[in-house]
């Protein structure tokens, strides 16, 4: 029987990266935080965290546990917690959630049907989100956000999958792209228009081409995959955007698996540990993890 308790030191090292500061945290010495990481990797059979210079960094099998066994430790939280109830009937609060409008357009309006039958005194305020800075929900102005964890982002900010999704390519109808097999040297002999939030002129498409030798014409870049998606329906250009951003049905657009081998990647819930044990944002957030997946199990986004 491995010790559950072993999964708390996991989360705190993986979210520090430093045996020093995770045996600050959990209030334990750095000799038992080394002893105890010495089992952890004897229980998965892998070396977790690495030197590299003169800081530790995770190996791949831990950055694919991150987000696993935090989830694993906040529900185990919250199972122990008291149970407690909230008449969220009777709740007046102004909520403000942070996600692109990509986002919104798919989720909004079954996540606001949900909101007015069950808390009609609640309002839920959208702002865009133009980059992975976590300051707004360290400070409070914002609620809860949405989007892809970066595996640097802040330890302090707690997270949750919300669905998993890959990246397509969208081309309007009649583009030559609509007929025949899409080769990698057919996509990136084409004119692309690249979506950056941070107003970067390549991604990790990019590098993937760079590895086979080829590179891609980027003439425009957006700030918005909803741009991106208008600018393809209306023009030549080939815009790589979330599967899940092309399923609804879009007039004039064909879409096309892309030739590339990328990975999948996960969009999350991220909030402020303060918000974590708040009843009506716990209702918030597992209205938004329920609307979420009966759209993947529907199949619409």
């Given amino acids: 029987m491995p010790d559950l308790n072993l999964l708390v030191t996991l989360d705190v090292l ?18 038992a935080m080394s002893r105890a990481l010495a089992r952890l990797r004897e229980t998965t059979g892998d070396p977790l965290l ?12 831990a950055v694919e546990l991150r987000e696993q066994v935090s989830r694993l430790v906040q529900d185990a939280n919250a199972v122990l917690r008291p149970v ?26 079954a996540l606001l049907a949900r909101s007015a039958r069950e808390a009609p005194g609640v309002r839920l305020r959208f702002v865009n ?12 102005r914002v609620d809860l956000e949405t989007g892809v964890v ?14 998993r999704d890959r990246l397509v390519g969208v081309v309007r109808k009649g583009h030559p792209l609509c007929q025949g097999d899409v080769s990698v040297r057919r996509y990136a002999e084409g004119q692309h228009v690249y979506v950056s939030r941070r107003g970067q002129d390549r991604g990790q498409i990019d590098d993937v081409l760079e590895a086979q030798g080829l590179t891609r014409q980027i003439t425009t870049i957006v700030a918005g995959f909803a741009t991106a998606i208008a600018l393809a329906r209306d023009t030549d250009l080939i ?6 951003y092309t399923t609804h049905p879009r007039d004039g657009l064909h879409s096309f698996a892309l030739p590339l081998t990328l990975p999948v990647f996960t969009v999350a819930m991220l909030w402020h540990p303060r918000l974590d044990a708040d009843l009506a944002h716990r209702w918030l957030r597992g209205c938004l993890r329920e609307v979420c997946a009966e759209q993947v199990q529907s199949g619409l986004p």
């Fill in 14 to 31: 993986l979210a520090e990266g430093s045996v020093a500061r995770a045996a600050k945290r959990l209030r334990l010495s750095p000799s």
């Fill in 129 to 140: 989100k133009t980059d992975k800075d976590s300051a707004l929900l360290r400070d409070g």
């Fill in 84 to 109: 407690q109830a909230l008449d969220m009937s009777r709740v007046e609060r102004t909520f403000t959630l942070r996600t692109s409008e990509e986002f919104v357009e798919h989720f909004g309006p």
């Fill in 150 to 163: 970066d595996p640097t982002a802040s330890p302090e900010v707690l997270t949750q999958a919300l669905f």
């Fill in 50 to 61: 690495v030197r590299a210079g003169r800081g530790l960094v995770p190996t791949p099998r």
């Fill in 239 to 244: 815009a790589s955007v979330p599967e899940r």
